[in-house]
């Protein structure tokens, strides 16, 4: 059974730095597709960052150049590092993962970034 726990969400200043993590069980990395999205009030749920299974990464505009989604195969989990938060990054963020053409979301974590 496919579970994903997310962790790491929390109360920044603008400028600062998180790290979210989601741990995997059940879980074929080395096929599965993975990405994180987040969903602002109001607003739709975006994707903002993925990883394919042939390793390549993309990542919306907003966040280039300063998020980072990277993996650790031994501890079936994903990282998402976010650098220079701003306010309008606050959102609950959610992982995604697709095992076996099958969606999988977590349960996601807020992000408060204030000016």
């Known amino acids: 059974q496919v579970r994903l726990v997310e962790s790491g969400g929390g109360l920044v200043q603008s400028g600062g730095s998180l790290r979210l993590s989601c741990r995997t069980l059940?879980?074929?990395?080395?096929?599965?597709?993975m990405a994180w999205y987040r969903q602002a009030p109001g607003k739709e749920r975006e994707l903002i960052a993925k990883?394919?299974?042939?390793?390549?990464?993309d990542y919306a505009d907003s966040v280039k150049g300063r998020f980072t989604i990277s993996r650790d195969y031994p501890r079936n989990t994903v990282y998402l590092q976010m650098n220079s938060l701003k306010p309008e990054d606050t959102a609950v963020y959610y992982c995604?993962?697709?095992?076996?053409?099958?969606?999988?979301w977590g349960q996601g974590t807020q992000v408060t970034v204030s000016s």
């Open positions: 995604h993962v697709e095992n076996y053409q099958m969606p999988y």
């Open positions: 059940g879980v074929n990395h080395r096929i599965a597709d």
């Open positions: 990883f394919s299974s042939g390793g390549s990464t």
